[in-house]
């Protein structure tokens, strides 16, 4: 069964469809179940070098491989767990977080049941191998202790739509596409490492609340922060951080508007990169050979794990 980011513990088919209330929440799951389990599934900021490097190359390919954004999503996510515990040797870093990007797109696109080209991904640069790659697999799976339904601000979307009446369910599809975007564009901040998926979601929808339906803001917001499974000043701070991206974003938007004669830019996923930083972060190699390929096998970074558990459905 295809991994779904909004309902992470439905994990296989049933004869009988799963109850849901009048938002579409499946109610099969406790939300106290959720709630106690974001915790293991909330990554912090580890090697930020590492992880701008890997989300510029799964951004990239997201792009150009045309790849369902809940993919790259789901990918970066996995990056982010994993550096929260891993370190990557600084002498390895450049070859490591390429493969380390590739193998999380390869087991991402795996949970969303996508068929993902490897060669497609690997046009220039460093070269991988599948067995590389696979081994490279089997070292996330294990550092993730096979945890790959991972619990995001997706996952709250529902409940926290419940909080409006039912007579406001026309509101229900435009707030929660807006929130999605929101979310979407909200993960490429090593900010947001800061909080648990929770309150991003929470944040996420109070901001597309406050854009699309300004009066009914202040009754949503009292819903939220009366939540007994949410620290109100932490949302706040989130809150804060979102403010302070999409500030970032319409300045920067602004700049290049005004510059883009002078300097070739790069949209990816609602940043901006120069090409000069992308070529820095994206397909480069340690010692400036950009586009000499180059096939790595195998090294003493991989450790043995088990080959038994079946990956896609823990």
């Excluded at 938002?23 to 099969?28: I, L, N, R, V």
């Excluded at 090697?47 to 999503?73: G, K, N």
């Excluded at 996330?140 to 096979?146: C, E, H, R």
Aim: with cysteine; glycine share 2%; aromatic share 10%.
């Amino acid at each position: 069964m295809e991994f779904d980011l909004e309902n992470p513990f439905t994990c296989s088919d049933e004869e009988d469809s799963p109850s849901e209330d009048a938002c579409g929440a499946d109610t099969s799951v406790s939300v106290e179940s959720l709630f106690a389990a974001e915790s293991d599934h909330s990554p912090i900021a580890g090697d930020l070098s590492a992880r701008r490097s890997a989300v510029s190359f799964i951004l990239q390919a997201q792009y150009s491989c045309e790849l369902d954004q809940h993919i790259a999503y789901l990918a970066i996510n996995y990056v982010d767990r994993f550096l929260s515990k891993r370190e990557i040797p600084r002498e390895k870093r450049p070859w490591v977080v390429r493969l380390l990007a590739i193998a999380c797109l390869s087991l991402a696109s795996k949970m969303k049941r996508s068929d993902l080209s490897l060669s497609h991904l690997q046009k220039e640069g460093f070269i991988f191998d599948s067995s590389t790659i696979h081994r490279m697999e089997l070292l996330v799976l294990s550092t993730l202790d096979w945890r790959m339904r991972s619990i995001t601000p997706f996952s709250f979307l529902r409940f926290f739509l419940s909080f409006f009446s039912p007579k406001q369910t026309t509101f229900l599809l435009p707030l929660k596409s807006r929130a999605s975007q929101i979310l979407f564009r909200a993960q490429n901040e090593t900010k947001m490492l800061e909080f648990k998926p929770s309150l991003i979601s929470g944040a996420a929808l109070l901001s597309a609340t406050h854009e699309l339906f300004p009066a009914h803001f202040p009754a949503f917001e009292l819903a939220i922060s009366a939540c007994e499974y949410v620290n109100k000043e932490r949302l706040w701070e989130c809150c804060a951080v979102m403010a302070e991206i999409s500030d970032a974003e319409s300045a920067l938007c602004d700049v290049a508007a005004d510059s883009i004669a002078d300097t070739p830019v790069t949209v990816l996923g609602g940043a901006i990169y120069t090409s000069s930083e992308s070529e820095r972060t994206v397909g480069s190699s340690s010692d400036g050979l950009d586009r000499k390929k180059r096939r790595i096998s195998a090294s003493p970074f991989y450790v043995s794990v088990p080959h038994s558990r079946d990956p896609y459905y823990r």
